[in-house]
């Protein structure tokens, strides 16, 4: 499964391409107005430090405007994915779109059916959102397993599922579980990943023992050991 970022801060964006396990970067007009930066330029900015589809998303409401914004972002930098809502409009703009060529990430999906729309007007991925749908006491979960189910059910549809709106650790586990091709979620939610007391206590028993090691130099002593060998 691809993990992407689920935010525009370059801060984060930075500190999180230095653990390498990064595929991609999503972002939404809320997280872009959160900065308080040029939408154009956070967005080729994001696209220079994760080589990786980027989503940028459209604002206008009607299918030619639309389509307009998308081409424009999609010549930003070539990892832009034009991110469009799951409207007729956004439906619309898609299929123009990627009969360009250009890849789209169709978004607020709530619903199987939808994902369905969005695949078959040639989307690259489907945005479902897991975390708003279990704010409303729904199963943000069970969306994203039957639309992997029809997806697998049809394999001519290309489309990836995009778990979005991801909000804690075990989001991103039940993702996987259910066969999203993509999960994205805040920094905050990859940095909890890391954090399990038992991983905590046994690093903290390791190094306790290692201690009593004589000679606790591992680079000098492999060095030394090599250069024994040559
Ligand atoms: C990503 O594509 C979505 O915009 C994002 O995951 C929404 O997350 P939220 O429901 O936490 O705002």
């Known amino acids: 499964m691809k993990l992407f970022l689920d935010t525009a801060n370059l801060d984060e964006i930075r500190e999180g391409a230095t653990w390498g396990v990064f595929d991609g970067v999503t972002t939404n007009p809320s997280l872009i107005a959160k900065e308080g930066r040029d939408f154009v330029d956070t967005i080729y900015q994001i696209a220079n430090i994760i080589d990786g589809p980027v989503s940028a998303e459209t604002v206008a409401q009607d299918a030619p405007t639309m389509i307009k914004e998308g081409r424009l972002l999609a010549k930003v930098h070539r990892n832009v994915v034009v991110k ?6 956004g439906i619309q703009c898609c299929k123009a779109l990627a009969d360009d060529g250009i890849r ?21 991925f489907i945005s479902p959102f897991v975390g708003r749908l279990d704010d409303v006491s729904e199963d943000g979960m069970d969306l994203i397993s039957r639309i992997v189910k029809i997806y697998q059910n049809y394999p001519n549809l290309k489309t990836e ?30 940095k909890q990943l890391f954090s399990h007391p038992l991983t905590d206590k046994g690093n903290v028993a390791f190094l306790k023992d290692w201690e009593t090691v004589p000679d606790r130099d591992i680079i000098g002593q492999v060095e030394r050991w090599l250069a024994a060998r040559t």
Request: overall charge positive.
């Open 161 to 190: 599922v995009l778990a979005a709106s991801i909000r804690h650790p075990m989001h991103i586990v039940q993702s996987a579980l259910a066969g999203a091709h993509v999960t994205t979620a805040p920094l905050k939610v990859y």
């Open 84 to 89: 469009v809502p799951l409207t007729v409009a």
């Open 104 to 124: 789209v990430n169709v978004t607020l999906c709530f619903q199987p059916a939808q994902a369905l729309y969005a695949a078959k007007v040639g989307a690259t």
